[in-house]
């Protein structure tokens, strides 16, 4: 009995760790210990991938001195293991600055593999300890993802100032991305070794983006051909608005983004500043935004704020979640943007800025939604890109009714027909402006104060500075169209093509039998150019054709904008 007992209470202790650390959840901002039961002590992270685990790593505090850079392995992103210290103080202070001594303080560690050299590199923020005048880069080596590494130098890429820092290898190439002055996002291409700055015929590699900024905190991701950033504005330890940015050339042009948070407390970024995107192994466009929560009295009590970053609208999107797992992502890529507008296809609408579908509310009209998704069936008109919306279970269409979105019968024949015309005004990156062809004062599809939150109302405004952006998406669950490549640049270059067709407003239109042929220009009430009737064709041309016809058989040449 007394062997039984015993045998049962040992079992008991075994399991305990178990129990107290053994996660299968994220909960953002909360105190995260590791499987020995101590707080992580990593921040400014970075985590990589490598034969079948994770490794985290993060500047270790002590209060608010720096006392290394530790690192954890992990092989479900919950539970991590301290494998030590991957680079520690070491050595004495030079006047040089070329140590990594007791009292120095090294700032959001990255690290990176090198195929060229089969090394991994890291870098890090350097300060001498006493303040942050130095702004330089160490740069350390080792054999093995966890170290340890061994200091190699600290230096200024370029003679310029460096500060919050990151590093971002694309196969065998690897960038450094820092603030310089506390106002630029400065790029530079390294080396084939990754351990200094690129140049060719003795011309640095680099590109300064976002002048005047004041971005920091960079956290570098690719998707496809499209580079992504995510940054925080220049204030201290005090969180800011998110920032992002986006490129097809590292080292060519950015365009500046939205906010990544969606959700409330989307003005401070959920209380934390970006430090890392992580792209999760095995999952098809599953990404970890992850985040400091600050303690600028005692570093070292700092939290983590990781939380799924959505790609589907095409750019980064955060929201806000009290706790969540790996089955987030299981439905991430549900719906997928169309290739192309099929005529009496089932579509939904996506709004760019809150990566949110347009839902239809109990209460009557639209509002944006994560996952509740109202079903269209996009009809083309006559007019190029100009569309009617069927709801697919009653067959009425999507009408302006004095300023209202509401469902009527369809009507060609009635003077206000156009209230159920929507003109989709296409943009590069494959969204619309959405206008209503039979109001011009109230006409632009857009959402109420401007706000990205979950079921913020729809309306129409006046205003085309008000206008949002709408892309049409499929629920590949019950849809099965070809889905966009919205990640490419031939996606982009093609949408160019088609608003570059669309834009040309004049063209010679040569008429039948003995109509004599005359040079026109003509517009249709869009702005649009009209189709080409070629002579002897006898294909049924668009109806302001047969007006232009009459015109000129008068002998009028017509030059105004408006028929």
């Known amino acids: 009995m007394t062997v039984m007992i015993l045998r049962t209470i040992f079992s008991f202790i075994l399991l305990i760790p178990v129990?107290?650390?053994?996660?299968?959840?994220?909960?953002?901002?909360?105190?995260?210990?590791?499987?020995?039961?101590?707080?992580?002590?990593?921040?400014?992270?970075?985590?990589?991938?490598?034969?079948?685990?994770?490794?985290?790593?993060g500047e270790t505090r002590s209060g608010s001195k720096w006392a290394g850079i530790r690192c954890y392995k992990s092989t479900d992103l919950y539970n991590w293991q301290p494998l030590g210290y991957a680079l520690s103080p070491s050595g004495s202070r030079r006047e040089d600055m070329q140590d990594i001594s007791d009292g120095r303080l090294l700032e959001?560690?990255?690290?990176?593999?090198?195929?060229?050299?089969?090394?991994?590199i890291l870098y890090a923020h350097w300060e001498n300890g006493s303040g942050y005048g130095e702004a330089r880069v160490c740069v350390a080596v080792a054999d093995q993802v966890q170290g340890p590494y061994s200091f190699v130098k600290t230096f200024q890429p370029n003679g310029k100032s460096s500060r919050d820092q990151t590093l971002f290898a694309d196969g065998d190439v690897a960038y450094h991305v820092s603030n310089t002055a506390f106002t630029d996002m400065h790029i530079i291409r390294l080396k084939s070794d990754f351990l200094s700055e690129d140049s060719i015929n003795g011309q640095p590699t680099e590109t300064i983006v976002f002048k005047g900024k004041k971005f920091e905190a960079f956290a570098i991701f690719r998707a496809g051909d499209t580079y992504h950033g995510l940054f925080s504005l220049s204030d201290g330890w005090n969180p800011t608005p998110g920032q992002t940015g986006y490129a097809f050339d590292m080292l060519g042009e950015w365009m500046q983004g939205g906010n990544f948070?969606?959700?409330?407390?989307?003005?401070?970024?959920?209380?934390?500043?970006?430090?890392?995107?992580?792209?999760?192994?095995?999952?098809?466009?599953?990404y970890i935004y992850m985040g400091d929560r600050w303690a600028p009295g005692n570093v070292e009590s700092s939290t983590y704020v990781w939380l799924p970053l959505s790609m589907r609208s095409g750019y980064p999107a955060v929201r806000w979640r009290d706790t969540w797992n790996l089955s987030v992502f299981d439905d991430a890529d549900r719906y997928k943007r169309a290739a192309e507008i099929v005529s009496g296809n089932v579509y939904s609408l996506l709004e760019r800025a809150s990566d949110r579908l347009v839902a239809a509310k109990a209460t009557g009209g639209f509002a944006i939604s994560d996952s509740q998704a109202k079903r269209f069936v996009i009809v083309q008109t006559e007019t190029p890109w100009v569309y009617r919306l069927k709801d697919p279970d009653t067959g009425k269409f999507l009408q302006n009714v004095f300023g209202s979105l509401q469902w009527r019968d369809g009507d060609y024949s009635s003077d206000d027909s156009q209230m159920q015309d929507w003109y989709f005004d296409l943009q590069e990156d494959g969204y619309y402006k959405i206008k209503n062809m039979g109001d011009y004062r109230l006409s632009y599809l857009s959402v109420s104060g401007n706000a990205t939150l979950e079921m913020s109302?729809?309306?129409?405004?006046?205003?085309?500075?008000?206008?949002?952006?709408?892309?049409?998406?499929?629920?590949?669950?019950?849809?099965?169209?070809?889905?966009a490549d919205i990640f490419s640049k031939s996606y982009r270059d093609e949408n160019r093509r088609k608003i570059d067709e669309h834009n040309q407003l004049s063209e010679i239109i040569p008429l039948k039998g003995n109509d004599p042929v005359v040079d026109v220009q003509y517009y249709n009430l869009l702005g649009m150019r009209l189709s080409t009737v070629e002579s002897g064709h006898d294909a049924s041309p668009h109806p302001a054709v047969h007006i232009m016809k009459q015109l000129l058989r008068s002998g009028q040449v017509i030059t105004t904008k408006h028929l």
């Open 19 to 57: 129990l107290a650390f053994g996660a299968d959840s994220f909960t953002p901002g909360a105190a995260w210990k590791d499987t020995a039961g101590a707080n992580i002590n990593a921040h400014g992270c970075c985590v990589v991938w490598h034969d079948g685990a994770y490794y985290w790593f």
């Open 108 to 120: 959001r560690p990255k690290i990176v593999y090198n195929p060229n050299t089969g090394k991994w």
């Open 261 to 286: 948070a969606i959700d409330s407390g989307q003005n401070q970024s959920y209380q934390s500043q970006s430090a890392y995107v992580l792209k999760v192994h095995g999952k098809e466009n599953a």
């Open 457 to 483: 109302n729809i309306y129409l405004s006046e205003k085309e500075s008000d206008a949002r952006y709408f892309s049409v998406y499929f629920d590949s669950q019950s849809e099965y169209y070809e889905a």
